[in-house]
Protein backbone atom coordinates (compact mmCIF):
# COMPACT_ATOMS: atom_id res chain seq x y z
CA UNK A 1 0.00 0.00 0.00
CA UNK A 2 1.49 3.28 -1.41
CA UNK A 3 1.22 6.28 0.87
CA UNK A 4 -0.34 8.37 -1.93
CA UNK A 5 -3.85 8.91 -2.56
CA UNK A 6 -5.68 9.48 -5.41
CA UNK A 7 -5.37 12.98 -5.77
CA UNK A 8 -1.65 12.78 -5.30
CA UNK A 9 -2.16 10.83 -8.43
CA UNK A 10 -4.05 13.12 -10.30
CA UNK A 11 -1.66 15.93 -8.99
CA UNK A 12 0.95 14.06 -10.56
CA UNK A 13 -0.75 13.45 -13.97
CA UNK A 14 -1.48 16.84 -14.68
CA UNK A 15 1.94 17.94 -13.72
CA UNK A 16 3.53 15.10 -15.90
CA UNK A 17 0.94 16.88 -18.52
CA UNK A 18 2.00 20.27 -18.24
CA UNK A 19 4.33 21.24 -15.36
CA UNK A 20 4.88 24.95 -16.01
CA UNK A 21 0.84 25.28 -14.37
CA UNK A 22 0.74 26.59 -10.96
CA UNK A 23 -0.25 25.53 -7.56
CA UNK A 24 -3.69 27.46 -7.75
CA UNK A 25 -4.59 26.56 -11.29
CA UNK A 26 -3.49 22.93 -10.46
CA UNK A 27 -6.01 23.50 -7.00
CA UNK A 28 -8.69 24.68 -8.90
CA UNK A 29 -8.81 21.36 -11.89
CA UNK A 30 -8.15 18.98 -8.47
CA UNK A 31 -10.81 21.00 -5.94
CA UNK A 32 -8.03 21.95 -4.08
CA UNK A 33 -6.96 25.01 -2.39
CA UNK A 34 -3.69 26.68 -3.42
CA UNK A 35 -1.35 26.28 -0.09
CA UNK A 36 -3.14 22.46 -0.33
CA UNK A 37 -1.68 21.46 -3.41
CA UNK A 38 1.70 23.48 -2.80
CA UNK A 39 1.45 20.98 0.50
CA UNK A 40 1.27 17.87 -1.63
CA UNK A 41 3.53 19.34 -4.20
CA UNK A 42 6.56 19.67 -1.65
CA UNK A 43 5.35 16.53 -0.17
CA UNK A 44 5.66 14.40 -3.48
CA UNK A 45 9.10 16.40 -4.02
CA UNK A 46 10.97 15.20 -0.39
CA UNK A 47 9.54 11.89 -1.12
CA UNK A 48 11.67 11.65 -4.14
CA UNK A 49 8.48 10.76 -6.42
CA UNK A 50 8.37 13.94 -7.95
CA UNK A 51 12.10 14.35 -8.89
CA UNK A 52 12.03 17.04 -11.34
CA UNK A 53 10.00 19.64 -13.40
CA UNK A 54 10.75 20.08 -16.87
CA UNK A 55 9.59 21.22 -20.04
CA UNK A 56 10.17 19.23 -23.46
CA UNK A 57 11.80 20.54 -26.32
CA UNK A 58 10.81 19.81 -29.85
CA UNK A 59 14.21 18.56 -30.84
CA UNK A 60 13.37 18.55 -34.98
CA UNK A 61 11.70 22.43 -34.32
CA UNK A 62 15.54 23.30 -32.91
CA UNK A 63 17.26 21.69 -36.07
CA UNK A 64 18.01 18.45 -34.53
CA UNK A 65 15.97 16.08 -37.50
CA UNK A 66 17.44 13.01 -36.42
CA UNK A 67 17.30 10.33 -33.62
CA UNK A 68 19.38 7.50 -33.52
CA UNK A 69 19.92 4.73 -30.74
CA UNK A 70 23.03 3.30 -30.13
CA UNK A 71 23.99 -0.13 -28.35
CA UNK A 72 27.47 0.00 -27.72
CA UNK A 73 29.24 -2.86 -26.52
CA UNK A 74 32.43 -2.25 -24.83
CA UNK A 75 35.27 -3.42 -26.03
CA UNK A 76 36.88 -4.75 -22.79
CA UNK A 77 35.38 -3.65 -20.16
CA UNK A 78 38.36 -4.60 -17.20
CA UNK A 79 40.75 -1.96 -19.11
CA UNK A 80 38.25 0.82 -18.97
CA UNK A 81 35.72 1.46 -15.80
CA UNK A 82 32.38 2.23 -16.89
CA UNK A 83 32.54 4.98 -15.06
CA UNK A 84 35.10 6.39 -17.28
CA UNK A 85 32.94 5.65 -20.58
CA UNK A 86 29.28 6.93 -18.86
CA UNK A 87 31.74 10.39 -17.89
CA UNK A 88 32.94 10.79 -21.44
CA UNK A 89 29.74 10.05 -23.44
CA UNK A 90 27.50 12.38 -21.26
CA UNK A 91 30.07 15.55 -22.11
CA UNK A 92 28.94 14.97 -25.81
CA UNK A 93 25.95 17.04 -26.09
CA UNK A 94 24.39 15.19 -28.90
CA UNK A 95 23.80 12.02 -26.84
CA UNK A 96 20.62 12.66 -24.92
CA UNK A 97 20.50 9.60 -23.00
CA UNK A 98 22.86 7.09 -21.77
CA UNK A 99 21.26 3.83 -20.41
CA UNK A 100 23.44 0.82 -18.96
CA UNK A 101 21.58 -2.16 -19.88
CA UNK A 102 21.52 -6.35 -19.74
CA UNK A 103 22.12 -7.85 -22.63
CA UNK A 104 23.63 -7.69 -26.19
CA UNK A 105 25.13 -4.59 -25.69
CA UNK A 106 26.56 -2.93 -22.65
CA UNK A 107 24.57 0.63 -23.37
CA UNK A 108 22.00 1.93 -25.02
CA UNK A 109 22.29 5.76 -26.16
CA UNK A 110 19.83 7.97 -27.70
CA UNK A 111 21.30 10.30 -30.40
CA UNK A 112 20.36 13.68 -31.85
CA UNK A 113 21.55 15.13 -34.71
CA UNK A 114 20.75 17.37 -37.41
CA UNK A 115 20.77 14.85 -40.31
CA UNK A 116 22.45 12.02 -40.84
CA UNK A 117 25.52 13.59 -41.93
CA UNK A 118 26.27 15.51 -38.99
CA UNK A 119 25.25 11.90 -36.92
CA UNK A 120 27.74 10.55 -39.00
CA UNK A 121 30.47 13.04 -37.54
CA UNK A 122 29.24 12.74 -34.29
CA UNK A 123 29.62 8.91 -34.50
CA UNK A 124 33.12 9.08 -35.81
CA UNK A 125 34.92 11.81 -34.35
CA UNK A 126 32.83 11.70 -30.79
CA UNK A 127 31.58 8.36 -29.97
CA UNK A 128 34.15 6.11 -31.50
CA UNK A 129 36.67 7.92 -29.75
CA UNK A 130 35.78 7.27 -26.31
CA UNK A 131 37.45 5.55 -24.15
CA UNK A 132 36.14 1.30 -24.76
CA UNK A 133 34.03 1.65 -27.48
CA UNK A 134 33.70 -1.74 -28.96
CA UNK A 135 30.72 -2.75 -31.46
CA UNK A 136 28.47 0.05 -32.31
CA UNK A 137 24.63 -0.84 -33.61
CA UNK A 138 22.35 2.39 -34.72
CA UNK A 139 18.86 2.37 -35.06
CA UNK A 140 17.01 5.72 -36.76
CA UNK A 141 14.07 6.62 -35.15
CA UNK A 142 11.24 6.37 -37.97
CA UNK A 143 8.63 7.71 -35.82
CA UNK A 144 7.71 7.96 -32.22
CA UNK A 145 3.97 6.95 -31.56
CA UNK A 146 4.24 7.27 -27.59
CA UNK A 147 5.95 10.18 -25.80
CA UNK A 148 7.28 9.68 -22.32
CA UNK A 149 4.36 10.62 -19.87
CA UNK A 150 2.33 9.47 -16.55
CA UNK A 151 2.81 6.11 -15.88
Known sequence: MTPWDDLDFALLRALSQDATQSAGSL??????????????????????????????????????????????????KGRVSLEDFERAVTAIPEVQTVQHVLGLYDYRLRVVARDISDFERVLRRRIMALPGVGEVEANVLLSEERLSGPL
Not at 41 to 70: N, P
Open 27 to 76: GRGLGLSQPATWRRIKRLQEAGVLASRRIDLDAEALGFGVTVFLGVKLAT
